[in-house]
């Protein structure tokens, strides 16, 4: 099966353990609170709507409605280095193949796509991708897990962008984890995609951000 996420095929890769959450190479401290919010409030983050889609705060947590095949981000928080952050993404709409996470580092200039992105998928998908010069790349190709609640569900997201690491943990299991220097600070957001002909809703919630250090 493939994924067409704005306008590119991506390939999902099966893992050969698949059942089994891979152990983490560094320890991270997590430190001060530096934002939090569960969105009970009107919160200075984007708000707009263009036909079907629509994002922002509305019902306890930040909603994100789309039906367009490119990602769709909304931000609120900037601009921060080294974070550890946390978030509850609840899957609203039925269709399974859609990607929606958190943005780390990310820009927020008219027309940039600059930054790290953190996605999960209603299929049970998960994949880390950069935007760069207008594009979004796979640094990690989309796969299959079972560490992904599937379908109409919570899935916790803890995101990890300190120095240059980057990791996932879903549901307190770690995903995936990896190193890449490309991008040092920027915003923190979400982002959600749909698949062709279908829609995608997401509401986040309780969303907390923490400085985080590599333990030596």
């Known amino acids: 099966m493939n994924k067409k ?16 959450s891979p152990r983490a190479t560094v320890t991270i401290s997590q ?4 934002y939090s919010t569960t969105f009970d409030s009107q919160v200075f983050w984007d708000n707009r709507q263009q036909g079907v889609v629509k994002i922002g705060v509305e019902d306890g947590a930040y909603r994100m409605t789309a039906n ?3 990602f769709v981000m909304g931000f609120g ?9 946390q978030v509850d993404a609840n899957q609203l ?18 027309g940039s796509t600059n930054g790290y992105y953190f996605l999960i998928s209603g299929d049970g998908a998960t994949s880390l991708r950069m935007g760069r010069w207008g594009d979004i790349e796979p640094i990690i190709a989309w796969y299959t897990t079972p560490l992904v ?39 923190v ?3 959600v995609a749909a698949e062709k002909d279908s829609v995608v ?4 919630d309780n969303l907390f951000v923490y400085t985080g250090e590599i333990d030596e």
């Open 5 to 20: 996420i704005g306008f590119k095929i991506i390939l999902f890769i099966i893992l050969g353990l698949v059942g089994c």
């Open 31 to 34: 430190g001060e609170l530096l």
């Open 68 to 70: 367009v095949n490119q």
């Open 77 to 85: 928080v900037g601009s921060y280095t080294d974070v550890v952050i």
């Open 93 to 110: 709409s039925a269709h399974p193949e859609n990607a929606y996470g958190v943005a780390c580092r990310a820009s927020i200039a008219e």
């Open 149 to 187: 609640n599937t379908g109409v569900a919570v899935n916790r997201m803890k995101v990890i962008c300190v120095g240059d690491y980057l990791a996932l943990y879903v549901n307190d299991n770690l995903v995936y984890e990896t190193r890449d220097d490309t991008y040092a600070s920027g915003y």
């Open 189 to 191: 957001g979400f982002l």
């Open 201 to 204: 809703e997401i509401a986040f």
